[in-house]
């Protein structure tokens, strides 16, 4: 029957083969709703603005910049995507899919658990597994990092293969403005290929920093590098307390490599502080080293192929050297906003990131920012994938709904992991004032410790919540076994309003270390002793 598309005041008339005489269906569609037309009929022509080649151009082919082209042209919209990766310093590059898959969490994460296989095995032992002579037993790196590097390769083609099935154009190429709608595309060859789009996104991610001491750049290494490093790392230096810092630290401690990490100031300086000293102490008990207020001076190459570090005490004035294998900087990252050329969009930055609304929308209407490059955004995966797709739905489907970037969870992968979601004590005490806050915290004893004798003594959780009414939950917070997923349902949770009498009214899964928060009775106000007795007291 036919059908009527009412857009603006414009009818569009779809008459099908089989169409009835005096049948019709009018469906009414808000604004951008061409690109639901485009993508839900084909009986008529789609509605193509020929002022531009595209809808929509995305600048970056990571996590973001993916969610949202993909979305886009789901929504039928006319999408190209523009990725280019500059090799670091020592040469490290990469394929499709941005620091995630190719630098970050993906290889972060299958490196941790490498780690976590070799302390398994040893204490299996316990657990009567005949293992001959386990203290011998050692991790091939070299094996290790094919492994990864395979995965990750097959990552590359399956996001290229799936750009191409959604019908998004792929552009292999650096991107960067020459106006506001005109994007050059400088290809691998050193052709440019000019392109112009109604709307374009920005999410080009960033990259490790350096520190600027004399041999930093020559010689160190970066979260860039270390997940495809030809050799082995051996003794390694690693200049950041970040969680990138710590979490490297982490895993090649495990794989069996003496790690020291060099602190300027504070361990994990954007999380609770509490926790984070937590961590640094379990961090140490499995014999990590910390050099504490240290600023490195310069690496210098031995004749050996070693490297000199020479450092300051920023404190005591004291001056210090060692010899490491490696050094790997992990003191921050920068906003790739360099090339883009945003001077002749007159896009506004701050601090090598992109200033945009909460819409993220910049200061020029029809250029957008998602991810890593937004300036006092969580550099989150999951929070770019997310404000990515929001963002094409709004622009191509009438949607209104935004991201939400509070109460957003993440973990940190160190041996013994730490996951939180929402405030950290500090900022609920500075926020609401002490007397308006109740913490609730505990000790707590993983069952599948006890045999191989592992340490409990930082297996830790707290609750921070208002101190009046139902006392909503303002932020969770734990250190332990599987943080990560022992945090993901809480985080829903918290995001829908969780309060201390609901959490405190809900049964837990014994024996998990989750339960845990479902029996947080013992508040920091109290002064009990949040130590527990047995593993079910």
Not at 113 to 127: I, N, W
Not at 227 to 238: D, N, V, Y
Not at 398 to 408: E, R
């Amino acid at each position: 029957m036919p059908m009527f598309f009412c857009y603006s005041s414009k009818v569009i008339l779809a008459v099908s083969r089989s169409a009835a005489p005096f049948q019709s269906n009018v469906m009414c569609i808000r604004p951008y709703s061409k690109y639901l037309i485009r993508s839900m009929t084909t009986h008529i022509s789609p509605l193509k603005s020929h002022e531009y080649d595209y809808d929509l151009v995305v600048i970056g082919g990571g996590s973001g910049g993916l969610a949202c082209a993909k979305e886009a042209v789901a929504l039928g919209a006319r999408v190209a995507c523009l990725d280019y990766v500059k090799p670091s310093p020592v040469g490290s590059k990469w394929g499709l899919g941005g620091t995630c898959v190719n630098v970050g969490c993906i290889p972060k994460k299958l490196m941790h658990q490498a780690a976590s296989l070799g302390e398994a095995v040893h204490e299996s032992v316990a657990y009567g597994w005949q293992i001959p002579e386990p203290e011998k037993i050692k991790p091939d790196w070299s094996k290790l990092v094919q492994a990864v590097q395979n995965h990750i390769k097959s990552v590359n083609w399956v996001t290229r293969v799936d750009l191409r099935d959604k019908k998004v154009e792929y552009i292999n190429g650096l991107g960067y403005f020459k106006d506001q709608h005109t994007i050059i595309a400088k290809m691998k060859n050193g052709t440019e290929r000019s392109i112009t789009a109604q709307n374009i996104l920005i999410a080009v991610g960033g990259r490790p920093r350096y520190s600027p001491i004399p041999g930093a750049v020559e010689y160190g290494i970066t979260s860039d590098d270390i997940f495809s490093l030809g050799r082995e790392p051996g003794k390694t230096l690693i200049v950041g307390a970040g969680y990138i810092g710590l979490e490297c630290a982490g895993f090649l401690k495990g794989l069996g490599y003496d790690a020291t990490v060099m602190v300027r100031s504070v361990v994990l300086r954007e999380f609770d502080q509490q926790m984070a000293e937590i961590i640094k102490d379990s961090m140490v008990e499995r014999g990590i080293k910390f050099l504490f207020t240290t600023l490195p001076n310069s690496v210098e190459k031995q004749s050996d192929g070693r490297f000199q570090v020479k450092w300051t005490n920023s404190k005591t004035g004291e001056e210090g050297s060692d010899i490491f294998d490696t050094v790997l900087f992990a003191i921050g990252r920068k906003g790739l906003v360099d090339d883009l050329n945003l001077d002749a969009a007159g896009v506004e930055v701050k601090n090598d990131k992109i200033v945009a609304s909460e819409s993220e929308q910049t200061n020029i209407p029809h250029i957008y920012a998602v991810g890593d490059i937004l300036h006092g955004k969580p550099e989150l995966t999951p929070v770019a994938i997310h404000a990515g797709r929001l963002l094409a739905r709004r622009l191509f489907s009438g949607s209104t709904q935004f991201m939400d970037y509070t109460n957003v969870a993440t973990t940190v992968f160190t041996p013994l992991e730490y996951s939180c979601v929402g405030l950290s004590e500090e900022v609920a005490l500075q926020k609401y004032g002490e007397e308006n806050i109740e913490v609730f915290h505990g000790f707590y004893k993983p069952t599948e410790f006890f045999i191989p004798q592992k340490s409990v003594r930082y297996c830790y959780l707290k609750a921070i919540a208002e101190r009046s009414g139902d006392q909503k939950v303002l932020g969770l917070h734990y250190v332990g076994p599987v943080a990560g997923e022992v945090m993901q349902g809480f985080a829903a949770a918290v995001k829908a309003g969780l309060t201390m009498k609901i959490l405190l009214n809900t049964v837990g899964i014994h024996p998990t270390t989750a339960e845990e928060f479902t029996r947080l009775s013992i508040t920091k106000r109290s002064g009990l002793d949040p130590t527990p007795a047995t593993c079910c007291s």
